[in-house]
């Protein structure tokens, strides 16, 4: 019997160390755990600086009927949290730039915020992502900038502390500032004073498996520089576009271009394999008499076109295999923001919840579908379950293979 044992003790350990070196395999194949924050390839921002829009439970039935799954706001309201429970929509909050200095050196800050306005709306409603921040680096607060990445670890450190890492995406959104040049794609870098900030944030996304995300508006480029940019290469129309002879590319649009031009400054500072998101992108409607471009009809034609653009499901002539992600701005006009006219005037909607402009959307009205029941399908999707399952599975097989033999 003492020999059985001894075999069944040796056989068991073997079986162990099979496991161990399965599992390690895993990670060192697939690498760290990616959160998907984003269904699909189209979403929104959901502004709300306005006394004038819908409440949030009319958006949430706008949203369904539109069929727009992900949706973007800037700031962790909880009506807009409890609106969206059972809704089946994926939501990132925000953490305001004016947090960051007190939440960078001190976590029990951030698990604070987290306790307040992330853990006591799961897992009902689906909060997939926190944007720490927006467009910190680039601009003229030094004090903020310094910030940003203590703020983003401790941020991320408390999600850990609640276990759920696993389903919830930190991030941080950047502005084209970052940039010292973006034309062509190919020569595209980051400020030298932008990456000694940006660099150990990147390190440390690369480590979570976090994407990097941008606001790329070829309105903003096309209004600073009308005279020699070709508004139809900014609306994707017909146009002769850019070739980049680095590449030996040509892009027939400025959405396209802008987006490589960042892959272009990951790969020059060392991180080609960060994948990255379009966090905000738009037309103004209306804009003041400086403001080149910004009128109803090329609103929507550069809405209209980015739609049709998303929903083919492509990459970019750089990165091809990787399929363009972007959050629109935005779903209503904000009548409150400060700044130029345009600044009031990027909705797909307006205040009623009536169309702007047709881009295929059909607008506020009444929606009988009901919340989605959370398949493990929509848990995959949703980062649930971990890129790492069916592997795991894998190694189970093997493991039940090797105790029949």
Known sequence: MRRRN??????ATQLLLLYSVCCLLVFLILGPLRVEAFTGTYGINYGRIANNIPSPESVVTLLRAAKIK????????????????GSGLELVVSIGNEYLKDMSVNEERAMDWLKENVQPFLPGTRIRGI???????GGQDQDLAEALLGAIENVYNALKR????????????HSEGVFANSFPPSSCTFKEDVLVYMKPILDFFSHT?????IN???????????????????????????????????????????????YAALEAAGYEKMEVRVSETGWASDGDE?????????????????RKRLLKKKGTPLRPKIVVQAYIFALFNENLKPGPTSERHYGLFKADGSIAYDIGFTGLKPSAASASLFSLRDMQAHGWVPPYLITFA?????LLLALAA
């Open 216 to 262: 790329a508006y070829p309105f903003l480029a096309y209004k600073s520089d009308p005279e020699h940019i070709d508004i139809n290469y900014a609306l994707f129309q017909p146009n002769s576009g850019v070739y980049d002879e680095k590449t030996n590319l040509h892009y027939d649009n400025m959405f396209d271009a802008q987006i490589d031009a960042a």
């Open 290 to 306: 400086d403001e080149a471009g910004a009128t109803v009809q090329n609103a929507r034609t550069y809405n209209y076109n980015l």
């Open 209 to 213: 498996g976090a994407h990097f995300y």
């Open 131 to 137: 944007a720490v921040g927006n467009e910190v680096l």
């Open 394 to 398: 894998s190694c189970i097989v093997v």
């Open 162 to 173: 609640l276990q759920l890492t696993n389903i919830i995406e930190v991030s941080t959104p």
């Open 6 to 11: 001894l075999a069944f003790a040796s056989a």
């Open 70 to 85: 992900n949706v973007k706001i800037f700031d962790a309201d909880h009506s807009v949290l409890n609106a969206f429970k």
